[in-house]
């Protein structure tokens, strides 16, 4: 059976941990071009595909992302949340950026999907 540090030394995740700290510790016009670059390669990739691409929007995180993806790299792709889960000041939020809400799944016993079922079921 393979280790921990064997299986990390096999996938080159050492080399991944340096360059992520390297990156982390580059001023912040760095990380923002950086992003851009990732994003429009990303974007580029899914069209060379024929794939759409979307943002999951949840809570602050990734309305920033979904921000960032229209607002710097001109990236239109739809934001798209289960806003249900999410508190009532962030659906007002979802509302307002035009974000697309999928509605509840029904559970196995009849009941909607909730946030505190969310977490108790999957952490």
Not at 3 to 21: L, T
Not at 24 to 42: S, V
Not at 59 to 83: K, M, Q, R, T, W
């Amino acid at each position: 059976m393979e280790s921990v540090q064997e299986r990390m030394k096999r996938i080159g995740a050492y080399e991944k941990i340096a360059s992520f700290m390297q990156k982390e510790k580059q001023p912040y016009e760095f990380k923002r071009k950086y992003a851009q670059m990732r994003a429009e390669e990303f974007r580029t990739e899914c069209d060379r595909r024929g794939l759409n691409c979307h943002v999951s929007v949840g809570g602050l995180d990734s309305i920033v992302l979904y921000l960032f993806l229209h607002e710097i790299c001109d990236i239109d792709a739809p934001g798209v949340s289960a806003s249900y889960l999410e508190d009532k000041s962030i659906q007002k939020v979802h509302k307002a950026l035009g974000i697309i809400n999928v509605p509840p799944l029904k559970r196995d016993d009849g009941t909607y999907w909730s946030k505190p079922k969310v977490i108790q079921e999957f952490g």
